[in-house]
Every structure is written in C-alpha cells, then in structure tokens.
C-alpha cells in the first residue's frame, strides 16, 4: 500500500537555529511529492513541490526540500528558524493521474525555543 | 485572494443525529476533494470530484457518509448517522483540475464534535 511515513512527532529548534524535517515515502512508482504547513486556526498551505528533474527544490518562506530517490525521502530543510514557523508540518504524496488525492503522513509538530 | 470557503467552522452533536457540512471551491476550479482529519493524524482523503462527477470514493465509509457537487460547484458531505469515531476536522481543497500539478487549495475546514 502507498504511505508517507514521518518519525518525529515532535521537534524542537531553537529560534535562528536550522531544521531539517524528515519524510519518507513507500510507493510503486516515484511520487509526486509535497510540503505542506498548518498553522493553529489556519488552513493547509503548500510549502513546495516536487515532481521531477532538480531534486533540491525551493518553496515559500525559506524552505527547501531535497528529493533522494535511493532512500525514498523527502525532507524539508531551512537554515535559520524563526518563531512564526512553529506549526505542524505535513508531508505529502500522489500518484498523479485522475485520481490524484494526496496521501499525508502523520505531521510533525515544530516547537520553536526562544 | 480567492479561497475555499467551508460552514460551519464548528459543529457539536450528538451520537445518531445527522450533519451536514458545505464546501464553497474557488471560482473555477472543477476539482473538489473532501478529506478527514483526525486529531493529531494527517489528513485522509475521502471523496474526489471533477465537475460533478466523483473519480475516486473508495476511502468513503458509504454506509454512513455521503457527498454530493450536483452543479459542479459547491458541495455538501453528510454523515448519518454520526458516530463517536466521526469527531474530526473535516477539510475541504479545490483544484483547477485533476493531476498532481494542479496545486490543491484547502479551505478552513469544518471541526466536528460528537457526543
């Protein structure tokens, strides 16, 4: 069965120190493959996107993700944390086509120490 | 900025009663998907539709649970009986159509409580 898999629950960075998040994906075929954030009170928001050619991809407020298909991961990096990020972060697959639902992992809750 | 709208943001009822929750897509997109959140889990998709045609139910508990675009637009998601496993947040995205590429929009989302 297709699954995206998160091990950390929680992390916790200090303010100003980098991150790196971790996903891991199980499908058939080479996914397309997704970050995503919510906020407390907020709806989901697409951080970046991968879906072929250049696995280092750069999304929205300073996030980047590096794509390595040989351990089947994804995961969300960024250098200096800052407090607004504190949220939980979700990572994302679909198999494209049609039917093209995202499959999520469980989240990881970002804790962000002053 | 265009956006998903969803009502209501909060439901409480009680066990066997009905629900029903709307989902208002961003003008113009035909794809429209329902998904289930549970607390502290990551979403999971329910029902998927293009225009007013459903392309994947298959994760849908239709014993229970229904969901309607008749006119290709807004959609509705019942639940009836409402069970307490069902109490979750219940998230609507739009798309402007099928394929991965097509960045999904997710709305608010409707938090159910059952009793």
């Known amino acids: 069965a297709q699954s995206v898999t998160q091990p950390d629950i929680h992390i916790t960075v200090s303010e100003g120190a980098s991150l790196e998040l971790r996903c891991n994906y199980s499908y058939g075929a080479t996914p397309y493959l997704f970050w995503y954030v919510q906020s407390p009170g907020q709806g989901l928001q697409l951080l970046l996107k991968y879906f072929s050619g250049d696995t280092l991809v750069q999304g929205i407020k300073g996030f980047e993700a590096e794509f390595k298909r040989s351990q089947s991961s994804f995961n969300l990096r960024k250098p200096s944390v800052h407090w607004s990020d504190a949220a939980e972060y979700f990572c994302?697959?679909?198999?494209?086509?049609?039917?093209?639902?995202?499959?999520f992992g469980k989240g990881t809750h970002l804790i962000i120490q002053p | 900025e265009a956006e998903v709208a969803q009502s209501p943001r909060y439901k409480i009822t009680e066990k066997s009663q009905a629900v029903a929750f709307w989902c208002d897509p961003i003008?113009?997109?035909?794809?429209l998907y329902w998904y289930r959140q549970i607390l502290g889990q990551g979403p999971e998709l329910l029902v998927q539709f293009q225009d007013e045609s459903v392309v994947d139910d298959s994760q849908l508990p239709k014993d229970r649970f229904s969901a309607e675009r008749l006119k290709g637009v807004d959609s509705t998601l019942k639940i009836q009986p409402a069970e307490l496993g069902d109490s979750a947040m219940y998230l609507c995205a739009s798309s402007l159509g099928q394929g991965a590429y097509n960045e999904q929009f997710f709305g608010p989302g409707t938090r159910l409580t059952v009793l």
């Open positions: 994302a697959a679909s198999s494209g086509g049609g039917a093209d639902g995202l499959t």
């Open positions: 003008s113009g997109h035909a794809t």
